[in-house]
């Protein structure tokens, strides 16, 4: 009884903090939303806010009830009140967006309303999207530019307190891949919600990419961040039975969130990539941190070796430069790179020579 009481006493104290905090947040915010149906009051308080703003903190604010969500929202921020599951009221869904809502995805969360006792908030996280039982999804069958996209129409027979949901999943079902999936979530008025079966999943590699900001050369004295590339830009290129620099034509270039990178370390510079990455390398040849990797996602390295500190990298003036060190990190951040050139298969990025990825894309789709 002890504990329960304390438990009482820590989520009350609590609450009165939250509410105290954003009561004094809202000053100076405008009602964006308000929805009052005798039931169920909601309002939706937003910031006014410069487009060159970039700080990060309170931009807006739900209030349900007289009760804030404890929840600092994005910029910018949707709802709408459905019946997902069975109960006396219907549930919100919010979704919300960050400054970085190009590469961080939308946040999506399910509101249980309770006219007895405090409402109930399930953050789902990013990239899911609640859906009808009924309808047709357009998706991108590949990372190419133009994509090239595709119809799923579906029509699921829906089960009482069950409901579906889209989500992209990086890495899923293993670190290899990336997956397209819409999955049945069910709800247990204690439990909460849980994870069903996959109705339908469409399957396809991730490529190892370089974060935007590294530079590529496109002769031998321009530059430019690789974020900043489209198919039809001249790069340089290098001709291996030759042995000299080319121009060549992107004919295929990609833009890939990742999890997991790594931060090459050399004297002149240092490179962001991911693990699989393929790298020249004097005395290896195709080499990168994730050499098994390497060889099964993309078509075109038979034979990749494993990068060492201690090995010599090409350079684009045709010196070579040691690697001192290496950092492998996590952050959720966009990446790029090239999957096809008019000629050759290499480019130089930050002046190291690299391997272009030529991947072949993988789905299932489970009925």
């Known amino acids: 009884m002890s504990s329960k009481l304390n438990a009482q006493d820590y989520i009350q104290t609590t609450s009165i903090r939250v509410n105290d905090y954003f009561q004094f947040e809202i000053q100076g915010m405008n009602v964006v939303y308000d929805y009052d149906d005798g039931k169920v009051s909601i309002q939706l308080y937003q910031a006014e806010r410069d487009e060159d703003d ?179 830009d001249q790069v340089l290129t290098y001709d291996f039975e030759k042995g000299i620099n080319k121009i060549a034509r992107i004919e295929g270039f990609i833009k890939v969130p990742h999890n997991v990178y790594v931060e090459y370390h050399f004297d002149h510079d240092s490179i962001i990539a991911t693990l699989d990455h393929p790298f020249y390398l004097s005395t290896k040849g195709w080499s990168s941190l994730d050499p098994k990797g390497s060889v099964s996602r993309y078509n075109n390295y038979k034979v990749v070796n494993k990068i060492a500190v201690g090995d010599t990298f090409k350079l684009s003036n045709g010196k070579e430069v040691s690697l001192k060190s290496f950092t492998v990190f996590e952050e959720k951040i966009p990446s790029y790179t090239i999957t096809k050139l008019s000629e050759g298969n290499s480019f130089y990025i930050n002046d190291i020579l690299v391997g272009v990825e030529d991947f072949e894309q993988h789905r299932q789709k489970i009925k």
Request: aromatic share 14%; proline share 4%; net charge negative.
């Open 54 to 232: 970039t700080e990060h903190g309170v931009r807006s604010v739900i209030r349900i009830n007289n009760f804030y969500l404890p929840y600092t929202l994005g910029i910018q921020n949707t709802f709408k009140i459905v019946d997902l599951v069975n109960g006396g009221l219907p549930e919100i869904i919010l979704t919300s967006d960050d400054d970085c809502q190009a590469y961080c995805g939308t946040k999506t969360f399910i509101i249980n309303l309770f006219l007895e006792s405090a409402f109930k908030i399930t953050d789902f996280g990013l990239d899911n999207e609640i859906i009808s039982n009924k309808g047709e999804i357009t998706y991108s069958e590949s990372y190419e530019d133009p994509p090239v996209e595709k119809v799923f129409k579906y029509n699921y027979v829906k089960k009482p307190n069950e409901f579906f949901v889209r989500e992209f999943s990086y890495f899923m079902p293993t670190e290899d891949d990336c997956a397209y999936l819409i999955r049945s979530i069910l709800y247990d008025e204690i439990k909460g919600y849980s994870k069903g079966v996959i109705k339908w999943k469409v399957e396809v590699w991730c490529p190892a990419c370089f974060t935007g900001d590294m530079l590529i050369s496109l002769n031998e004295s321009e530059k430019k961040p690789i974020s900043s590339l489209k198919v039809g």
